[in-house]
Structures are given as C-alpha cells and as structure tokens.
C-alpha cells in the first residue's frame, strides 16, 4: 500500500476541514471520559459529546470505535471516537499506537483524516496510524484503490522536534509495512532467488552495498548448513549480504534474519493442518532486509551488516535427511535429527559469517521454533542471548510496543544436543524446553566476546485470526520495531 500524505497542523482541532476527525475516549470510574486532545472538540457540541457518545455505546474500552455525525461547528464531516482503555491504567504509547490502528480500520472511504491522538503521543499516533491502515491486495482480481490521501496531526506546535518525531516514525512504520509486503507474497512469487532479487533492489535504491551469493558460492564457500536445507528443492538457496556505514561510526552491529520461503518441513514432513502459514517462514529476513532500508534512510551512525540466508525446504530425492551429517561455514559437523528444524541450520552459516565482521553486537531474528508459541503465545516473542543485551533488547522491545520476554539458556539443556556422530545435533530428544535448545544450538555458532540476541518470533511474526490494533490478518512485520529501537539506542548510548 502507498503510504498517504501526512502531516501536522497547529489548528484548533474544531477548526480543521477533513472528512473525518478522531478523537480519543478512555473509560473512567463513573463513565465515560475524553483523552487529551478532545476537549475543544467537545466544545462543539455545547459539554454533550460524552452523553451523545454514551447513547451510541461508547464505553472507553481499548480500540472502541464508535462514530457520530458532526456538529455544524466542526469543519469535519464525521466524528470518529476511539477507545484508549481505563483512565486509571494511564494513556501510555502503546494504547495510543493500538487506538491509532483501530481508527485507521474505521475511516472507511475518506480521503482525508485529521486526529487528535497526537496530542497524547505524536510518535505512536503516526505508527499506529499507518501500521493500521494498511492491506494487502496484490493477488485479488477486483480491489478499489486506497482512497485515504492525507492525514492531519493536531499537536500544540509544529516545531523541529515534531516534524522530526514525524519523520521518524513514518520511516519506521513503513518499514514495518515493507516487511509485512515480503511476507504476504506467496512462495510461488517469493522463492530464494527471486526474495534475493527484491532484498538487493530494495537495498540498493537505498544506496546500501548488496553481495548475493547464489548456489555456486554457496558451495565453493562452504555454507554446508544452507546447502543441506535448500537441497530439496528445485529453488536453490541464497546469501544475502548488505552493509550501511552510517557516519562516525563508533559501534559495528551485525544483523541476521531467517529466509526460509516455504517450509514443508522436509523429509520430516508437517502436518497439512495450516501448513500454508509456512509462507510466513521468511519473517525474520524480511525483518532484517527491512530494517537495513531503515537505517539507510534514517542514516544511523553505526556499520550495520546484514546477513540473510534464504531456502525453500522441500521434501524430494535429493533432500537431505534425517541422519546426515552437515559440515557448516564454521567447520562444525552437524547430526540432522529432524529436518523441520532446519532455520537453525541455516542461521548456524549465516551467524558464522556475520562474525567474521568482528562486530559489536549481533542480534539475530527468526520464526525458529513451535516451543516459542507454546510458552509465550502468539504475540510475545522470546529473547535469548548475552545476559545484559538479552534483558536490553527485551526492554526496548517491550517500549516499541513489540512486547519481548527475555529467556534463560539454561546449562543442562546444551549436554542435550550433544551426538555420537557429529559435534553437535540440530535437536534435542526430549519435548522440553525446544526454545530455549534451540538458543544454545545457535550459541555454539556466535564468536566469543560478541554481544548477542536471538529474537524468536514464531508466533508474532505472522496473525492467522483477526486484525487488533494496529496488527493486520497475516505478515506482522515484528521484530522491525524492535530492530530500529535497539540500533537506535546502540547509535546514542554505544
């Protein structure tokens, strides 16, 4: 979707001419009550806006809509009234981003749009706003165009750090959006190759240097994990490497995204139940490949490397097996006891790669494991890692809105991934603790003395039920906001 124009304006929100004006609404004690921004809205209609509200429904609940003609003293054709939540939890970023996105689903046909949620928060009501106005309609035969062109957001001034927190989180959100675009694409458009293809394009219309490495160098380099995972299809794999050297560049940050394109699970074949969901395997790439548009366009003083393995894994007669043995980038061996736990594989090459950089941090994201959805369901990702950077990246997180939970890598479950064969398995035996295993298979592939994170979005990275907030059906874009957080706090606090 094409981002609509946005912009701020200093007007008195009952004198802005648009065709709809949201304003926000929070549910207290005795009732109904109006968010920050409303009060002159309220005005305009004689202190009977909360009672005409409280007869269509409106209670204040989190990202209610509810919507009522406007007064001739507004210059807008229709209010729309969103929900924050309870007065007593406070109007937080987060309520404010949620109540951007549900309003962003109710404008219905207007071409223009003027809110007052800014008032509350600029930054969230800009992300929330074009995070929730987005849809995905590339495949269908008949689909109107989007008629929301402008939208307006009333703040007290329109100074430098308005328009820069506008910017900002404009170049953010639409970043979310470009990930979320990749991961909608179905695998029969979006295969190793061609998602190569769109990463460099992207990468390079953002003036970032792009190396795609194709099967051939995969071989002659020695990315044994990614060749072993991409051998079963009929799509070979691919490498991508991008780089932004920002300016004084004190910090190096090394960036790795999981690309699987479509996974079937191999030779240990999923269940057909939701398998389609499997296009959503790539989300960690996207992410990265996003996020790396960001940081060009953002131009963060920091060296940021990129390195996005991407593979269709497909069961046929040259897939690999159950019982392989796999010598990876790094040199290690690798017993292939399952082949649907073949991400790790394939970021076990790229992790090695990334590190050869010498980087400061590394943080790598992935739809790596089920064991993530089971103990923190679909919409709370698990961080593992260095202690202080895990518990860093989980914070910043939690702050974006992205929610992260930082994870232990407990000692006793690496003895588990030992193997008679090889230096190590690519799965444990046991049904306990698959996230946190999986943390420590990566671990033994991260150079020693790097700062590190492993971000699992199994299941926040894509919302098979229906949108909420700012969060669309389909490709969610997490872990983008997360990613530009922590590059941004490295680029300030080192």
């Known amino acids: 979707m094409t981002t609509p124009k946005l912009a701020l304006t200093d007007q008195a929100a009952a004198k802005v001419s648009a065709d ?231 910090k190096k940050v090394a960036l790795v995204g999981k690309g699987i394109t479509f996974d079937t699970g191999g030779i240990s074949l999923k269940p057909s139940s939701n398998m389609h969901e499997m296009t959503s395997d790539m989300s960690g790439a996207a992410a990265v490949v996003a996020t790396m548009v960001l940081a060009a366009k953002l131009n963060y003083p920091l060296e940021i490397s990129a390195t996005v393995p991407m593979a269709e894994n497909m069961p046929s007669g040259t897939a690999y097996r159950p019982g392989d043995v796999l010598k990876m980038y790094s040199g290690k061996t690798v017993e292939v006891l399952n082949t649907d736990a073949e991400g790790r594989l394939i970021l076990a090459d790229a992790i090695s790669r990334a590190c050869e950089d010498d980087p400061d941090y590394l943080i790598e994201t992935s739809t790596l494991t089920g064991a993530q959805v089971v103990a923190l369901g679909k919409r709370t990702p698990g961080v593992m890692g260095s202690d202080e950077f895990r518990d860093r990246v989980a914070r910043l997180s939690q702050a974006a809105g992205e929610g992260a939970w930082p994870m232990p890598l407990p000692e006793e479950l690496r003895a588990e991934l030992d193997s008679n064969l090889a230096d190590l398995a690519n799965v444990t035996n046991s049904r306990w603790g698959g996230m946190l295993a999986a943390g420590h298979f990566l671990k033994e592939f991260v150079a020693e003395g790097v700062e590190w994170a492993h971000i699992d979005v199994a299941g926040p990275a894509y919302n098979s039920g229906s949108p909420w907030g700012y969060t669309p059906k389909g490709g969610t874009g997490v872990p983008v906001r997360t990613l530009a957080a922590v590059l941004a706090d490295i680029a300030e606090r080192g």
């Open 20 to 250: 709809v004006l949201v304003i926000g609404t929070v549910q207290g004690a005795d009732g109904l009550e109006l968010a920050p921004g409303a009060g002159p809205v309220a005005e305009a209609y004689d202190g009977d806006l909360t009672k005409a509200l409280t007869a269509l429904g409106a209670k204040g609940k989190a990202e209610e809509t509810v919507k009522l003609p406007a007064t001739g003293k507004l210059r807008a054709g229709v209010l729309l009234a969103v929900g924050l939540g309870k007065a007593e939890d406070g109007v937080s970023a987060e309520s404010v981003r949620r109540a951007s996105g549900a309003a962003a689903r109710a404008f219905g046909s207007a071409e223009h749009v003027a809110t007052t949620l800014s008032a509350a928060d600029l930054s969230a009501a800009v992300q929330g706003t074009v995070l929730g106005g987005y849809s995905f309609k590339g495949y269908k035969s008949q689909t109107e165009e989007d008629s929301l062109a402008k939208v307006d957001f009333v703040v007290d001034s329109v100074s430098d750090d308005a328009q820069k927190s506008l910017k900002g989180a404009t170049a953010i959100a639409e970043a979310v959006n470009t990930a979320r675009d990749l991961i909608n694409t179905p695998p029969s458009d979006l295969y190793p190759a061609s998602f190569a293809e769109r990463a460099e394009k992207l990468a390079r219309s953002a003036g970032l240097e792009v190396e795609v490495l194709d099967e051939a160098a995969l071989r002659k380099q020695g990315f044994g994990g990614i060749l072993g995972v991409g051998s079963g299809s009929s799509r070979p794999p691919r490498l991508v490497r991008i780089r932004h050297k920002g300016p004084k560049s004190s």
